[in-house]
């Protein structure tokens, strides 16, 4: 008997979980390989969890999630000035990654096409195979900073073609969309008749002072928008699985209807909990955001010292450098220097093949953690000349 079905025989190992788990065979290696924050969960989030512990407030929540939530989503995130009916076009659920799935298996039948950014984070692909779509792959550059160009998207577009993801600022890349370009792919949108699928989870994390336009703000897109976003990586609650989705109630009806069926509802008091986040946690984002600053300057400067080419980031806390000059293909690399040197990064291959040539390195981590890799990266390079 042949219990695992056909397409679960094709599912393969993430190269970042990849290389997360070999690191961990090993002694003293420097890993800035995961996108997680290294800093707490500010204490009023935690309070507020534990407040709701206090009061028992540990049973299941409606399946969309308790409603004085998705009115906070509603009314004090970045969306409230999209008036979002917290009753009809919001739902809960456990991480961003929780609501991608949900999106994905009542939006896709068998042959559907989502354009997806190439270099990107590779669960967006993963995801969309497994549930029988078609992931067209969006090629990107160095020198537009992997910015997807609305003419390379057009050209892509078939009559199959049902959505297209974007994830600004991006992962690995930490580039950001400009303005001018949504708007250009707002328009693309509407005179294809696209949903536009936004990942929004890094949107908090800019360093140039100005904060990311949502593409369903642009005229026309509210209405064929689905806005994904979570409490991971703005509030460090990775491990409290908080997401949620925001759009049409034509969509988000029948991913409650699934989630009944599945994870019921997201977790409890960690509803509570990201509801003080929304609420009171601006100067906690601020303190954060300033962290990763100095990181993202340290771990740039350093890099390009070192001769590993390497434009700026302007969002999320990762940055892409280019390992061309070592003559190495990203995963030899990535091989070469855990082995070597004890530091663990992620081929950009992983992400597609617009990745090859580089590696994506998180500076979610202490300075002291990265001057060290900094020098590891360094007395690598020289070993190799």
Known sequence: ?????EKAKTLKQGAIRAMFDRANTMTGVISLGIGEPDMPTPKLVCEACKEALDKGITHYTPNAG?????????????????????????????????ALSLLFLVLLNKG????????????????????????????????HNFEMQPETIEKLITPHTKALMINTPNNPTGSVMTRETLAKIAELAVKHDLLVISDDVYNTLLYAGEEAPCIASFPGMKERTIVINGF?????????????????KEIISPMTKLHQ??????????????????KNGDDDIAEMRDQYDMRRRLIVDGLNRLGLTCFEPEGAFYVFPSIQSTGMTSDEFCERLIYDKHVAVVPGSAFGACGEGFVRISYA?????????????????????
């Not at 008997?1 to 079905?5: H, L, P, V």
């Not at 939530?69 to 456990?94: M, V």
């Not at 559907?112 to 993963?126: R, S």
């Not at 991971?232 to 049409?248: D, I």
């Open 112 to 143: 559907d096409e989502i354009l997806i950014q190439d270099p990107q984070w590779l669960n967006y692909v993963a995801q969309v195979v497994y549930c029988d779509g078609t992931a067209v792959r969006v090629p990107t550059d160095l020198e």
């Open 261 to 278: 069926y599945g994870i019921m509802s997201a977790p409890t008091m960690s509803q509570y909990a990201a509801i003080e986040a929304l």
């Open 1 to 5: 008997m042949e219990w695992i079905n």
């Open 365 to 385: 981590y202490s300075i002291k953690h990265l001057a060290e890799a900094l020098n590891r990266i360094g007395a690598f390079l020289k070993e190799l000349k």
């Open 232 to 248: 991971s990586k703005t509030y460090a609650m990775t491990g409290w699985r908080m997401g949620y989705a925001a759009g049409p």
């Open 66 to 98: 308790t409603l004085s939530f998705r009115q906070a989503i509603a009314e004090k995130s970045y969306l409230k000035d999209l008036h979002y009916d917290p009753k009809t076009e919001i739902i809960i659920t456990n991480g961003g990654m929780g």
